[in-house]
């Protein structure tokens, strides 16, 4: 199940790192972005550089590339940094004794260079550049921090960090078409919890936003990682298994409710052990029928069982 985005901002990269296989070269870049105040790690050939801005994505602000080096030269890197979605807006410098050949300088725009700086280089230049570079790095992460932050509140329930009902009409359609095309199993299962307006008469408002917080995460705690759950209603949940048939899925809410009867809830003043209970209708998610036709189908399992007295699971015809 999908992960929620930290709440903290990103933190700022800090980190520059320098790649060129003159070592002398090499320690003059680093003494010079130091000086900005920022970090150095130091790589000694294009292979090596790669290693370092992987393993260190997340820090690095600026990659600084010698257009001639071993193993892999700086075009090499860059094409490879740009190709990965952890690395690729990763602002370059590429360092060349030819930074004003322009066959030169158009490649590297094509693969994506930020700038290019000759050798010899200005020192004053590059850290004004290199601290340029960086803040649009910073800039950069926190507006991509943001648009993940607001695309998860559109599409995530923030009492229970289930995904919404908004998000479960896009992921059935979506899941439904897997099946089909893949001619793999899966299953839908809507499920209501019993009772769930007198534990509100009762405990409370804030006793009732305590079960549906306790549900949720039993719920995510017992579903493997490919299956997904929603809330969908008030009380109303509904939960997506792929690979899995009707009867599987039959099983799975067996094991939910095993584990919700261990695992009472204290509510109230006089902290009552409260058991969660609910009702569940399944239908398989098959090419046969439409989406919206086995939404129907489940959503009329749910209700039989509630008929037939609650706390039971009813597959769909």
């Not at 405990?203 to 490919?226: N, P, S, Y």
Request: aromatic fraction near 4%.
């Amino acid at each position: 199940m999908d992960a929620a985005p930290s709440s903290r901002a990103p933190a700022t990269p800090d980190t520059v790192v320098v790649a060129d296989d003159d070592r002398a070269v090499r320690t003059l870049v680093c003494r010079w972005v130091q000086s900005a105040g920022m970090s150095v790690i130091e790589a000694g050939d294009g292979e090596a550089a790669l290693l370092c801005v992987n393993a260190h994505a997340h820090r690095v602000a600026v990659v600084i590339l010698d257009v001639m080096m071993p193993h892999r030269d700086g075009f090499g890197v860059l094409h490879a940094l740009r190709a990965e979605p952890s690395t690729a807006s990763i602002p370059v410098i590429l360092l060349t004794a030819h930074a004003t050949d322009e066959l030169a300088v158009l490649r590297g725009i094509e693969t994506g260079a930020a700038a290019h700086m000759p050798k010899p280089f200005s020192g004053p230049v590059l850290v004004a550049r290199v601290r340029q570079l960086a803040q649009q790095r910073s800039a950069s992460l926190e507006r991509a921090w943001q648009l993940q932050r607001a695309e998860t509140a559109a599409t995530r329930d923030p009492l229970t960090r289930l995904s919404n009902r908004r998000q479960f009409e896009s992921v059935v359609v979506a899941e439904h078409a897997y099946a089909k095309r893949h001619e793999l199993p899966a299953a839908l299962a809507l499920l209501d919890l019993d009772h769930f307006k007198t534990v509100n008469d009762v405990f409370g408002h804030d006793a009732g936003d305590q079960v549906l917080r306790h549900f949720a995460e039993i719920t995510k705690q017992t579903l493997r990682v490919e299956d997904q759950a929603f809330r969908v209603g008030g009380e109303e949940f509904a939960v997506l298994l792929r690979g899995t048939g009707v009867e599987g899925a039959e099983q799975v809410l067996d094991r939910l409710r095993q584990v919700l009867g261990k695992s009472p809830v204290t509510l109230g003043g006089d902290e009552t052990r409260y058991h969660v209970r609910f009702s569940a209708g399944i239908a398989a998610l098959d090419g046969d029928r439409s989406a919206a036709a086995v939404l129907k189908a489940a959503d009329d399992a749910l209700y039989a069982s509630k008929r037939a007295g609650r706390s039971r699971t009813t597959r769909a015809r």
